[in-house]
């Protein structure tokens, strides 16, 4: 089991910043990788990005490229999604993920065996 602790929500004017954190603890050695997730109100979840842990590759939503940025501290297994530029249709709750399948494409929510409770992140107008 792993398990996921998310901080760092909260509400900020668009245009602002946010920095979310997940701290995994538990069987972290089986994880391939991690990722996070963000669902609005009536909406699907979604992809937002994710890191393979051992080499650090990077994927993100067309959404957020250029504006979100995700890393990892393997100290402290911990993964960040720094939000910048932030737009109200950012307003969701965010959710980290780890996937222990190696080889998965990291952007499907269906190969996460372990989620986070979430947070919620709100961005005014």
């Known amino acids: 089991q792993v398990q996921l602790v998310e901080s760092g929500g909260g509400l900020v004017q668009a245009g602002g910043s946010l920095r979310l954190s997940c701290a995994a603890s538990?069987?972290?050695?089986?994880?391939?990788?991690m990722g996070w997730f963000r669902q609005a109100p009536g909406k699907e979840r979604e992809f937002v990005a994710a890191?393979?842990?051992?080499?650090?590759?990077?994927y993100y939503a067309d959404s957020v490229k250029g504006r979100f940025t995700i890393s990892r501290d393997n100290a402290k297994n911990t993964v960040y999604l720094q939000m910048n530029s932030l737009k109200p249709e950012d307003t969701a709750v965010y959710c980290c993920?780890?996937?222990?399948?190696?080889?998965?494409?990291?952007?499907?929510?269906?190969?996460?065996?372990?989620w986070g409770q979430g947070t919620q992140v709100t961005v005014s107008s």
């Open positions: 993920a780890v996937t222990t399948y190696w080889g998965a494409t990291m952007t499907m929510s269906y190969e996460y065996n372990f």
């Open positions: 538990g069987r972290t050695f089986s994880r391939y990788g």
């Open positions: 890191i393979i842990w051992t080499g650090g590759n990077t």
